[in-house]
């Protein structure tokens, strides 16, 4: 088409999906299912049914269905934040000199100030559906936190959040935003679970971690009547949910005639990057079309490029089930990366199947590169890109610059999945310079891995 | 027209508007003008070009010309961000069960976090285009600060931003975010200024004040070669810019044929509320249609409701022109509400003028009732809003709260200016119960008032 494209492309809320896209319909090989930790015998939907609502059961065991409409209630929620824009970035383009062109999906656009909501509010939706009185999760950075609260207060559903101490004493706006929302938040590890207290008998005054709060708040929901667990990143539910990104991402791009030639997105449990590249893998999948697609993870926790693909926990606490993932193992501490929503020790099964089976690429970024490359971009595009986030952008900048090169005039499209206000603390160490580069050692990592079950 | 109105209602950027509005062209009485603080004498065109850039000063003093055309290169800056969504608060009406309707004009989708960049880009546009070297300005609660570094950095112009002392030093992300876009900024009085340097020689210890930092970066600008001095507020100029924000309310809600019955906006120095209400006030005048209008300023800052209309000096040193505005004396001192954007001790003499003709109403709130109102509202509405914007949240639930007693279905427009991620102290102070309300007593508006020259 001939028609100028805008700097924004905003679908009209008619133009919106009307039904997630299920991308493991159309793998052949399809994701390895989730394990008993006890038995070791995949799980069945009445064993989940103590951890999930029941819908989301039907969600994360359906290998088959292509398509799950979406209701009503939360399609009239998603109008309050979505559609997302879908960015063409001409400056940034423009700053770069790069006959590339370059798109990106934005989501943060919402006050939790990320993707995160579109899996929030349907996870709370079917609790809600189902009669409950509340949910429970945990938080690292906070963004899901957040998310989570947002849906929870609109719904009238009780939210009780477990997020890793370090953030709750470091990151006090984030936490007051999620109480704003009327949440419940506990800094993790607690007294007020058996496995916090465990964990703090072991390790006092450890500051916590990822894997150990979504212990507790799995523990919280299953010894408390009404109440379930939800998840904002890896499961193979979220990414059906998050598929919204990739859905409206093209048909904004088809209006316009524009296919991509490279998709990239930051990959720490797969939400934002699954969601994102769903319907284009599907068509990768189907041999409709081909696509690059590109993971970027944090060089300081690097599932895919330096893990293995192999059944590990999904927690600390090893109360979860077992998934089959690249993982760098659960007992894998990552160093304190500013990315805190990419420190994840393993990856989603979905994704991590397709990688498996080359239909992914990875790459892994240094933090001091990924700031300089978010304070690039502020400057040109006028957002302030969240730390995971800006390792999306950094990739894509380096794939615009090899086609400066070559002279060839990709279509970039990348996932921009929020904003970095609360991520200030970050921002000011790498101004003053005083920000490291920490990669783990093949040691490390081999000492983790070697610490897992063998299945 | 009986199309269902979306929840968003997104023009395309080819609807945007191509020229601001100058709603003085249609006042007969027009607003005073500026006085030089020496002679007395209204200032020049060759007075204000020592402290404003050439374009700027032809419009600050055009009362005539009706529209003044948007520059290219602004309009493309503008496409970064906008158009900004007009709203159906749908929600909130449902929360409320009023049969009000009510709209809001949402301008925190920015990074500056607010409507302040639509001033900020034109006036570093025209310094930018003067071939000046920089800007220098002042900034309270950092919102204008902000917008004014990301303008700067866009068009690579050097940008000096004074802070308030106390905001500087309660603020640090404010401050790092302007870092990101490479502002050289300065807590607020310093001793970079003569007039930093008595301020500090008379008052030591002292936190600063809007009044103070306008001194001190006027200073800077007229002491620096190929430097002028910006403001974000209460000067015609920025009324002028912020009209964009009015067009395109109104063309949105021409698009599905309606019309607003009320008007709300908060006010400080009138930049939204001047901005919000222009075209419709200028149909007001013109006698082709009514509107109410309603200005809403916080208890502890009434210069509206409690202010007297006369001559005052913008600035507390006393270096700026003199201005005809509804004040509370330049020397007098707001207590510590939150809602920082809205604490200057006058009123943009064109909404001054409206109000002494009786164009426009005014009504004052108190800040814990503005912040329970701002918590409802982020509950239902998905927006975490700046406790200055709330202000006319609380005004606009309040007429929605009347036409449920009456049974009346009007039509409301409010503007959210912006998001409360930089004001979490103040909502933590709010949940924590500790919040006050205060409201100054007439002994000290009439002590401030009596220290004014008359003129």
């Known amino acids: 088409m001939s028609e100028k494209i805008p700097y924004k492309i905003y679908l009209s809320e008619n133009e919106m999906p009307k039904a997630w896209y299920n991308l493991r319909a159309d793998m052949k090989n399809k994701p390895a299912p989730l394990l008993n930790p006890g038995t070791r015998q995949p799980m069945t939907a009445a064993e989940l049914g103590g951890v999930f609502c029941d819908e989301l059961v039907k969600q994360e065991l359906d290998n088959d269905t292509p398509y799950f409409e979406i209701p009503t209630e939360i399609r009239d929620f ?35 100030g990320s993707h995160k909501l579109n899996s929030a509010i349907a996870q709370a939706y079917y609790a809600k559906r189902q009669g409950l009185k509340g949910v429970t999760t945990e938080t690292g950075a906070g963004q899901w936190g ?123 449990g797969g939400s934002n990057l699954g969601g ?37 926990f999904c927690d600390t606490g090893m109360v979860c089930p077992l998934a089959k993932m690249y993982t760098l193992g659960s007992g894998f501490i990552p160093s304190a990366d500013h990315a805190g929503g990419l420190r994840f020790h393993g990856m989603s099964s979905v994704l991590s199947q397709l990688y498996a089976d080359g239909l992914l690429e990875a790459v892994s970024v240094k933090q001091t590169d990924v700031f300089q490359a978010a304070e690039d971009f502020a400057r040109v595009e006028g957002i302030l890109p969240a730390p995971e986030s800006s390792h999306a952008i950094l990739a ?60």
Do not use: W
Request: proline letters at 5%; charged letters at 25%.
């Open 78 to 112: 998603y109008k309050m934040y979505r559609p997302s824009p879908l960015v063409r970035a001409y400056c940034l383009e423009e700053k770069l000199q790069t006959p590339a062109k370059i798109y990106y999906k934005f989501e943060g656009n919402n006050t939790s």
């Open 276 to 312: 994102l590249i769903s319907p284009f893998m599907g068509e990768k999948l189907r041999g409709e079309a081909d696509y690059r697609f590109i993971a970027v993870e944090p060089a300081s926790c690097p599932s895919f490029t330096r893990g293995e693909y192999r059944y590990d």
């Open 396 to 455: 894509a900048v380096n794939e615009a610059m090899k086609c400066k090169e070559t002279g060839e005039e990709k279509t970039i499209l990348f996932g921009l999945t929020g904003t970095g206000y609360f991520d200030l603390v970050a921002y000011e160490k790498f101004h003053q310079g005083v920000m490291k580069d920490t990669v783990p050692s093949d040691e490390d990592i081999a000492a983790a891995l070697a610490k897992l079950p063998v299945i």
């Open 146 to 268: 957040t998310a989570l609260s947002m849906a929870c207060s609109y719904l009238g559903l009780d939210c009780k959040v477990y997020m890793v101490k370090c953030s709750y004493e470091q990151k006090p706006f984030r936490r007051e935003v999620m109480k704003v929302y009327g949440a419940d938040v506990t800094p993790s590890p607690s007294e007020t679970t058996q496995v916090g207290r465990k964990i703090l008998a072991e390790y006092p005054g450890t500051s916590g971690s990822l894997g150990c709060a979504i212990s507790e708040a799995v523990e919280a929901a299953t010894s408390t009547e009404g109440y379930r667990y939800v998840l904002g990143s890896v499961l193979n539910q979220v990414l059906l949910h998050q598929s919204i990104i990739g859905l409206e991402s093209k048909i904004a791009l088809d209006k316009y005639g524009v296919k991509p030639d490279i998709i990239i997105g930051c990959a720490g």
